[in-house]
T-cell receptor
Framework: DTGVSQDPRHKITKRGQNVTFRCDPISEHNRLYWYRQTLGQGPEFLTYFQNEAQLEKSRLLSDRFSAERPKGSFSTLEIQRTEQGDSAMYLC????????????FGSGTRLTVV | SQQGEEDPQALSIQEGENATMNCSYKTSINNLQWYRQNSGRGLVHLILIRSNEREKHSGRLRVTLDTSKKSSSLLITASRAADTASYFCATDEVVANSGYALNFGKGTSLLVTP
């Protein structure tokens, strides 16, 4: 296990289509986070899981967004009826439960909605 | 909303020079972290400083924290072209129950020329 993996690296989709991204965290990390980053901005928090429980969702996460983490392992982030404003880099990170530790980020999935 | 604000937004220096980036934040923190991001990639954790610490070193990195001024600085000494990247500060804050998530600033873009 060499780190956090995200798939796909790039996704181009037409407006209105649904897309799903996958994140495989470091196996012993029980916390998993999703962030969104647009050009020239820092990452913005979307949601996070502790094991399989989704504990918080940002107001940025509209009803078109849904995230799951079945069995507390990998996670998926689905965007339904994509809009051009959804174009961004979607970053996944994982960490241990202990507060005050750094996060390990994946390389991200770059979504382009045309 | 983004918690930290980095200053400057962009910094250009020559190899061998030192680079200093500053971060200001708004709320009380448990710890402050610095991350690096190469273009189009995920973030890499550099260093973490706790609220009861004032200074921390890691290789060519030196981080200071002034909780009274709600500010932090990252110093990279003897910079190299490979240090070219965006640098973000992040503070952790409560997001749900006992959960925490990192809140990132907009970053400083550092260019180190040979």
């Amino acid at each position: 296990d060499t780190g956090v993996s995200q798939d796909p690296r790039h996704k181009i989709t037409k407006r209105g289509q649904n897309v799903t991204f996958r994140c495989d965290p470091i196996s012993e990390h029980n916390r998993l986070y999703w962030y969104r980053q647009t050009l020239g901005q820092g990452p913005e928090f979307l949601t996070y899981f502790q094991n399989e429980a989704q504990l918080e969702k940002s107001r940025l996460l509209s009803d078109r967004f849904s995230a799951e983490r079945p069995k507390g392992s990998f996670s998926t982030l689905e965007i339904q009826r994509t809009e051009q404003g959804d174009s961004a880099m979607y970053l996944c990170a994982s960490s241990l439960e202990v507060r005050g530790l750094g996060y390990t980020f994946g390389s991200g999935t770059r979504l382009t909605v045309v | 909303s983004q918690q930290g604000e980095e200053d400057p937004q962009a910094l250009s220096i020559q190899e061998g020079e030192n680079a200093t980036m500053n971060c200001s934040y708004k709320t009380s923190i448990n710890n402050l972290q610095w991350y690096r991001q190469n273009s189009g990639r995920g973030l890499v954790h550099l260093i973490l400083i706790r609220s009861n610490e004032r200074e921390k070193h890691s290789g060519r990195l030196r981080v200071t924290l002034d909780t009274s001024k709600k500010s932090s600085s990252l110093l990279i000494t003897a910079s190299r072209a490979a240090d070219t990247a965006s640098y973000f500060c992040a503070t952790d804050e409560v997001v749900a129950n006992s959960g925490y998530a990192l809140n990132f600033g907009k970053g400083t873009s550092l260019l180190v020329t040979p």
